[in-house]
């Protein structure tokens, strides 16, 4: 029997990346802690350092994806001086994560349902759309309707993204300035 290598890194990170490749390629139905740890070559009790089970496993993959997503958009935030583009900006860099991401994508809304109202990324974008539309609009439009707009704007990028991986829309060298393209032919 051959021995197994310790591993060297980040473990935790290792399971749930190679966890999302054995989901897409043989199912959640499939997926077994014992298949993992084989995959990178690990113990079979070493998955059980971080993950209770499989049910906890996959709550982990969703919260990590979850973490990435909101910390590229609050990137995305820190690092725009233009406050006229701050909102284009976290769409571009919401559609482009789940571009480069498809398997997070995949995961995180086919396995079960997200309330919106306490989704991390929703409520970063609505506070930062909230300030933005409020200053933009000085009381000419009511919470209500800034409240909307955000919700057009999320399922639109959110849309894009998801037809995106379903039929590859968007296909073009320069992703970032189609996705420009595309959310700026509509004025919010």
């Not at 980040?10 to 802690?33: F, P, Q, R, T």
């Not at 994560?97 to 809304?109: D, E, G, H, R, S």
């Not at 009511?142 to 829309?169: C, E, F, P, R, Y």
Request: proline content about 2%.
């Amino acid at each position: 029997m051959e021995k197994k290598q310790y591993h060297h890194g980040n473990l935790k990170n290792d399971l749930i990346e190679n966890g999302l490749e054995l989901i897409d390629k043989y199912g959640v139905e499939s997926l077994s802690m014992r298949k993992l740890a084989e995959k990178i070559g690990v113990s079979n009790a070493a998955p059980y350092a971080h993950f209770e089970n499989k049910e906890a496993f996959l709550d982990s993959i969703q919260e990590y994806i979850t973490n990435k997503l909101t910390n590229v958009l609050k990137d995305i935030y820190d690092h725009c001086n233009d406050n006229s583009r701050i909102i284009l900006e976290l769409g571009k860099g919401y559609i482009c994560f789940f571009y480069n991401n498809p398997l997070y994508y995949q995961f995180l809304f086919i396995r079960r349902t997200i309330g919106i109202s306490t989704y991390p990324p929703f409520v970063f974008f609505k506070t930062v759309a909230s300030k933005i539309l409020e200053e933009k609009y000085k009381g000419e439009i009511s919470t209500k309707n800034i409240d909307n707009k955000i919700i057009v704007m999320w399922a639109m990028v959110h849309g894009l993204s998801q037809a995106n991986n379903i039929k590859s829309i968007i296909s073009s060298d320069d992703i970032e300035k189609e996705i420009e393209d595309i959310l700026c032919s509509i004025e919010i």
